[in-house]
């Protein structure tokens, strides 16, 4: 199976080196990193790491970052296409434990979940607000999606080829809450999810939203769960 990283990079020139070193060797096939617009040598580094480089000529967005990435891993031929930020926030040493239950057929997304315990999310950095935030969104979605995950706000994911094709990610946001219209898209179509734990990494040169963009974010996702229950998820199928 050809497993293809994709990285969605934003001034990334600081941490995407380290981010490249900590994958385990030969786990994954090509790595593609697509640089929306960053205002540092992000774009420089990664080809001279050898990369597969795109860049977007003004910024779309995290969510339009991903389209990209996806876009492209999937006309690479990838099989399963695992996101890593190259911010070094997500631990990479940990690819072939997500991708492993993907590749035996088990499910068809893996998501890295930073909550294991409250001691461990707040001992790697992750503000307190972020943290019962993250807790009070989880659960809202949980009940009224169905599930039991521990979290939907990783950035650290893997997707079979199985997902990408029947999720039309091409129509969600462009704004941070594309993860989450993602995996409404999955639940809708009936897809499963799984995840493992990964720890938690906040520190300065990491990417991460502020409070008042913390809000909005979590108003949108409310915003979503809405429209699910009310279209009775079919907003977010094909």
Excluded: W
Excluded at 20 to 37: G, R, S
Excluded at 68 to 75: G, P, Q, W
Aim: overall charge positive; proline content about 4%.
């Amino acid at each position: 199976m050809k497993v293809i990283a994709v990285m969605p990079a934003y001034n990334a020139e600081k941490t995407l080196q380290k981010t490249l070193e900590d994958i385990p060797a030969k786990t994954v096939d090509q790595v593609i990193l697509v640089d929306d617009n960053s205002q540092d040598k992000t774009v420089k580094l990664a080809k001279k790491l050898k990369l597969k480089v795109f860049k977007h000529p003004q910024n779309r967005g995290y969510g339009g970052n991903q389209k990209t990435c996806y876009t492209l891993a999937l006309s690479e031929g990838a099989d399963i296409v695992v996101m890593i930020h190259p911010d070094y926030q997500y631990d990479s040493s940990l690819t072939a434990d997500l991708i492993k239950p993907i590749k035996h057929g088990r499910f068809d997304i893996m998501l890295g979940s930073r909550i294991r315990t409250r001691d461990e999310a707040l001992a790697g950095g992750m503000p307190l607000y972020k943290y019962y935030g993250n807790r009070l969104l989880t659960l809202i979605e949980n009940i009224i999606l169905g599930q039991n995950l521990s979290e939907y706000h990783t950035g650290f994911r893997a997707y079979s080829k199985k997902a990408l094709e029947q999720i039309p990610f091409h129509k969600y946001s462009d704004s941070f809450v594309f993860d989450q219209e993602l995996l409404f898209g999955a639940i809708a179509n009936k897809l499963k999810i799984s995840e493992i734990a990964v720890p938690v990494r906040y520190f300065p040169e990491a990417s991460s939203i502020n409070f008042k963009r913390s809000v909005i974010y979590g108003l949108s996702i409310l915003k979503d769960l809405i429209l699910y229950v009310v279209s009775g998820g079919k907003l977010f199928k094909n």
